[in-house]
C-alpha cells in the first residue's frame, strides 16, 4: 500500500492505528527536540528514568523492562555509572547479583530532561479546550494499559 492511500483504509482500526502510531512518533520526535545537549542517549535515558521512576532493580529487570538484551543492558548500565548517573550495590538477597539504582546524579538529570519536554508539551496542553484536555487523560492511561498488557 502506497502512503498516499494509507488515509484511504476503509478498515477503521487499522486507520486508528496508522494515524495513532504516527502521532506518537511525531510526538517522540517533537519531545526528543527539546532535550538539552544531553550526555546520555535515548536508550540510556530511558533506563535511567525506569531507575528514578520504579526504584532499584537488577540489570536482568531493567532489561526486561526495557525490553532490551542483557548484554545491550550491560553496556547501558556501565556507560550510566562511568558517568557517575547510576550506583551498583549488592543484591539484599541474593549476592550473586547486583542492583542498579539512579544516583542523585542521574535524578538531577532525569528531572531536567523531563521538565524542558514538560513546559513544551504543557503549554500545547494549555491550548487545548477542558474536554480535549479530558480526552488526553483518557487516552493516554489507555495507551498506558496497552504498552503494559503487551510486555
Known sequence: MS?????????PEARLANDLALAVVRLARQLRTRRAESPVSLTQFSALATL???GAMTPGALALRERVRPPSMTRVIASLAEQGLV???AHPVDGRQIVVSASPAGITLVEAERKASQEWLKAQLLRLDPDERQ?????TDLMSAMVLEGA
Open 87 to 89: 550506583a551498583r550495590s
Open 3 to 11: 502512503l498516499s492511500t494509507i488515509s484511504d483504509v476503509k478498515d
Open 52 to 54: 528514578a521512576k520504579e
Open 135 to 139: 480526552t488526553l487523560v483518557t487516552a
